[in-house]
């Protein structure tokens, strides 16, 4: 049975993996970059908005480049006060202008230090080697509302582990930087961060589908439940266990042809 398993998660990776993939997901949106503070910007953005209908997601996207005026990284760091009202009706279920507002600003203060959105998620908290990104990530959300004036309500979209929030979309955009993939979907632009600390992103699609293979225990979505599954994804391949997120979700997707 974990032969027949392994055999079904690998030959759904092969399909999955694939930039047939690209057109309809998120990550169309930091693909239509070339230059790497482009892609993190909106790679994270997008991630960020992901939840609903992809169609729509994808939409806002658009729209978020349209609005900076199709250069994410320029705008961020040479936009005037002026440029902000054209934000005012961007929207995206409860992502509203205040929390828009926020994350120019946080760009712009940390594109300011920094060239890479990389250094983010690894200062003071990060640990290299055999840790996996727990850590980073409570860090990061520090370090994303550092500053006093921060609105609490854009906290809500910005998960942390420490909130045992499973963290599915920063997981997926980690995801995307850190990857080495040579099928041409994740970016692997990243290099402090090794595919094997990634956590594999998790929502109730997913962990669906990873308990009805028998990978992890039923239980709440949270970032135990994140855990667990990652340790089982790592006897698979220690190295790189986060390229099962691939079949995972593409077999949420044919969930009523692959259960026949």
């Given at each position: 049975m974990q032969q027949e398993l392994a055999e079904l998660l690998n030959k759904k990776v092969a399909f999955f993996n694939h930039p047939r993939f690209i057109e309809h997901d998120p990550i169309s949106i930091p693909h239509l970059f070339s230059k790497q503070q482009d892609i993190e910007i909106m790679g994270f953005w997008i991630s960020m908005l992901a939840w609903g209908q992809r169609k729509t997601i994808l939409q806002k996207g658009h729209e978020l480049i349209d609005l900076m005026d199709g250069a994410p990284y320029d705008f961020v760091l040479h936009h005037q006060e002026n440029d902000l009202q054209r934000f005012e009706k961007f929207k995206h279920r409860t992502f509203n202008y205040t929390d828009t507002l926020y994350f120019l600003s946080f760009f712009q203060r940390h594109y300011q230090r920094y060239s890479s959105l990389e250094a983010a998620f690894t200062q003071g908290e990060f640990k290299p080697e055999n840790s996996t990104i727990e850590a980073s990530l409570n860090g990061f959300y520090r370090y994303f509302f550092e500053v006093e004036w921060a609105p609490k309500r854009t906290q809500k979209h910005v998960s942390a582990p420490m909130k045992n929030s499973a963290c599915k979309r920063l997981c997926m955009f980690l995801r995307w930087m850190v990857r080495?993939?040579?099928?041409?979907?994740?970016?692997?632009?990243?290099?402090?961060?090794?595919?094997?600390?990634?956590?594999?992103?998790?929502?109730?699609?997913?962990?669906?589908?990873?308990?009805?293979?028998?990978?992890?225990?039923?239980?709440?979505?949270?970032?135990?439940?994140?855990?667990?599954?990652?340790?089982?994804?790592?006897?698979?391949?220690?190295?790189?266990?986060?390229?099962?997120?691939?079949?995972?979700?593409?077999?949420g997707i044919e969930e009523k042809t692959l259960w026949k």
């Amino acid at each position: 049975m974990q032969q027949e398993l392994a055999e079904l998660l690998n030959k759904k990776v092969a399909f999955f993996n694939h930039p047939r993939f690209i057109e309809h997901d998120p990550i169309s949106i930091p693909h239509l970059f070339s230059k790497q503070q482009d892609i993190e910007i909106m790679g994270f953005w997008i991630s960020m908005l992901a939840w609903g209908q992809r169609k729509t997601i994808l939409q806002k996207g658009h729209e978020l480049i349209d609005l900076m005026d199709g250069a994410p990284y320029d705008f961020v760091l040479h936009h005037q006060e002026n440029d902000l009202q054209r934000f005012e009706k961007f929207k995206h279920r409860t992502f509203n202008y205040t929390d828009t507002l926020y994350f120019l600003s946080f760009f712009q203060r940390h594109y300011q230090r920094y060239s890479s959105l990389e250094a983010a998620f690894t200062q003071g908290e990060f640990k290299p080697e055999n840790s996996t990104i727990e850590a980073s990530l409570n860090g990061f959300y520090r370090y994303f509302f550092e500053v006093e004036w921060a609105p609490k309500r854009t906290q809500k979209h910005v998960s942390a582990p420490m909130k045992n929030s499973a963290c599915k979309r920063l997981c997926m955009f980690l995801r995307w930087m850190v990857r080495k993939d040579t099928a041409g979907v994740d970016f692997g632009i990243w290099s402090k961060i090794s595919p094997h600390q990634l956590i594999c992103p998790l929502d109730v699609h997913s962990q669906r589908t990873a308990e009805k293979l028998g990978l992890v225990s039923a239980g709440p979505t949270n970032w135990k439940k994140a855990l667990e599954l990652t340790r089982v994804l790592k006897l698979y391949d220690s190295m790189d266990p986060i390229q099962y997120d691939f079949a995972l979700y593409g077999m949420g997707i044919e969930e009523k042809t692959l259960w026949k």
